[in-house]
Structures are given as C-alpha cells and as structure tokens.
C-alpha cells in the first residue's frame, strides 16, 4: 500500500504544472478582482467626462400636459392656443365667468446653452483630471497587486524550500537513530538514548508535516490574488535575491503613480473654485420650442405655434454662500497640499526603509550560510565522538538541532531578501521590473 501511495504521488507530482512568478503576475493582471473593481471605478470617470461634456450640446425636451380650468385668463388663452375662438367669446359675461376648458399641450424644446458662466468648461476640465487621477491610481493598483504576488510567490517558494530542509532534518534524525540504536546494541549506548532519538525524530517528523501544510496554505493564498484556481500545481524556485542600489530608486520614488494622481486631484480642486464662482456669472442661452393645442386629445393640433429666443440671466449671492462654497474648496486644496508634500516624504522614507531591511536580510542570508557549513562540521565530529564514546547523544542532537535552525533561517533570510527587494521596488513605483 505504501508503494501504491508513493507511485500515486509521484504520478501527481509529475503532471502538476509549474507556475513561474511571470505567469502568476499576468494571471492577476488579467483575474484579480480588486483590479477589475478598480478597471470598472476608471471606466465610470471616463463616462463622467463624457456626461461633462455632453453638456455642451443642446437638450431637448417633449412635453404633453393636460390643464382643465374655469379661471378667465388661463380658459381665454386655452381657447385662443386651440384656435377655436369664436365672436361669442368676447361676451363680457362669458369673459368673466367662462366655462372649464379642458387643454392638451403637445411641446417640443430646444434648449442651447451659449455661456454659462464658464461651469460647463470648468465641470469638463474637472471631469478630465478626475479621469487622469483614477486612472493613475488604477496604475497604482496594479503595482499592488503584482507586489502581493510576488510576496505571495515568494511565501510559497519559502514553504516548498521548508519542506526540503524538514525532509533533510526527518532523514538526518532517522540516522541518528540508527547510530543510537547500533551502539545500544553493542554496549556502548543507553536504551535512553535510543528514546531520545525516536523523540528528536518524531519531532522532525512533525515539522516536515507542519511544512506540507504550510505550502499547500501558501499555494491557495497565491491562487486567491490570482482570481482563478489552478488545480495541482508547483511553484519554481526564486533564485538568489536580485542585487540593487539605492540611488535610481530614490527620483522614481517621487513619480509614482499615487503621487502624481494626488497632483491631479489637486488640480480638481483648484478648478472646483471657478466651478463653484461661475454661479455668480451672468449666463446667456438660446431656446426654441414647438407646441401643438388640443382640446380633446393628447398630441392633437387644433392649433399650434412656436418660439424662439435669448436669455441672460444674472444672479447676485447677497449671502456670499457661492463665495464661502469656493474658498472652502481652496483650503480643501490647501489640505491636499500638505498631504501631497507628506506623501513625497513617505515615499522617500519607504525607499530607505526596503533598502535598509534589504540590506538587513542579505546579511542574514550569509550568516545562516556561514552557520549552516559551521554547523555541519559540528554534527559531523560530535558523531564520530558519540561513536567513540567521548559524547553524549544530547550533544548530538543539539548540534543537529542548530544545523536545522540555521537552514530554515537561510531559507527565512532568502524570503526576506525578496520581499524586501519588492517592497523597494514597489515604494518607488518600479514594481514592473520583475516583469521581463
């Protein structure tokens, strides 16, 4: 039955397809949902700027209402649109106390805006930045999202490389056992020994489970960023930590996507302040309308007629309300200022902050290198004096324990080192330069 299961394994281990970090970037790209929530918010600014500048067109207007009325001007005049006045009419009794007309009124508008106070410029102008400001931030989105797949990535890669190290530990333990169990045998070891062994061994055993499920957890949290399952597969090694300096990210820093959709926004608001006093600006339009008059009948014509004209209008806030509303804007981008210069800041920090925990883990990596060769010259010589007698089982063991501690820890420092090296590359906004 253990060989059936081995064979199944391996069979399993040997269709599940290979996932590299480039693939698993471009499968987010295109499946991530938070993305395609953040394609839909740049795809409804884009439909905002199209409303803003429809409103540059003429409107037009159908209108049919019904009217029945018994008051002297509004039936005269009911009576004279419907073209059915007659010379009984002008009976002064008739005049004064009419009877209920009833009047159905068929009109068709054409309404031009001319000058409106410059708001349907400015609401454009604003719709416009708004637009280039969602769709940076969209960019911006993106970056996110690649770098949490590449931290992702990088976690499932930490525990695929966890299980190898738990597999050495389980084979290294198993020898020790031998060897216990071989010199207990001749003599020259306590039963205690042997028990210690076993005991080391099923806690080496114990860890390399806790690895399995750890990278099967780690696989469906990168499945979960890519918006998509994928079955049975295995991620590809990372390689060695890429080598960088600092100072090409330190300019890039202050271009960022975020940062530059900030400076957009900033110049919504300074475009809201004349939006808001284009309110106070005398505003010219043109109209033109069409009506048909009925007595009995919706979209009759027993008599119709048309007008055309121009109006200005021009309204004075006594209040000053209009004036408070835009000075409030200016201060609204006075505070978006402060943020802006705050967030150049941060950005610079976080540049040195990466490059610092970078730095930081490369060091880690080569003293759990250094350790690793130092550790294994200790378990080598602590068995040959166990098999001599001139050490304890306990000094074996402990040494084979720092040799396990220090793998796993070169194998921490590794995914420290990439995922410092992302977030370098994601605090300056260069996060695309894992992709080829």
Known sequence: MRLVALILALTCYALAQELTLESAIRLALENNHLLKASKREVKAQELELMSARGALFPRIKLEETFTRTDIPAFAFMSKLNQERMGLQDFDPSRLNNPSAVNNFETKLSLEVPIWMGGKVQSAIRMANYEYRAVSLQDIRREEEIIKEVYNAYANAVYAKASIDVARQGVKDAQEHLRL?????????????????????????????????????????????????????????????????????????????????????????????????????????????????????????????????????????????????????????????????????????????????????????????????????????????????????????????????????????????????????????????????
């Open 180 to 436: 216990a169990e071989n010199m207990h045998k001749v003599g020259m070891a306590l039963l205690s020994d042997v028990l210690r062994a076993k005991v080391y061994l099923s806690k080496a055993e114990e860890n390399l489970q806790k690895a399995q499920r750890g990278y099967e957890t780690a696989k469906k949290g990168l499945e979960l960023l890519l918006g998509k399952p994928l079955g049975e597969f295995e991620v590809k090694d990372l390689g060695a930590c890429p080598q960088v300096e600092k100072e090409p990210y330190i300019q890039k820093a202050l271009q960022r996507a975020d940062i530059r959709a900030t400076q957009e926004r900033l110049k919504v608001l300074e475009e809201s302040y004349r939006f808001v006093l284009s309110d106070n600006l005398p505003q010219i339009y043109a109209f033109a309308n069409y009506s048909l008059y009925s007595k009995n009948f919706p979209f009759g014509s027993d008599g119709s007629g048309y007008m055309v004209g121009l109006g200005i209008s021009w309204s004075f806030d006594t209040g000053l309300s209009t004036l408070r509303k835009a000075q409030a804007n200016l201060e609204r981008k006075r505070a978006l200022e402060e943020q802006l210069s705050f967030l150049r800041n941060r950005a610079l920090f976080e540049v040195e902050k990466a490059y610092r925990e970078y730095l930081n883990a490369l060091d880690e990596l080569k003293s759990a290198q250094d350790r690793i060769r130092a550790s294994e010259e200790v378990v080598r010589v602590m068995e040959l004096r166990y098999k001599n007698g001139l050490a304890r089982i306990v000094d074996l063991l402990d040494a084979q324990t720092e040799l396990d501690k220090a793998r796993f820890e070169k194998v921490q420092a590794l995914k420290a080192c990439h995922t410092a090296y992302a977030e370098l590359l994601f605090a300056s906004g260069s996060i695309r330069e894992v992709l080829p």
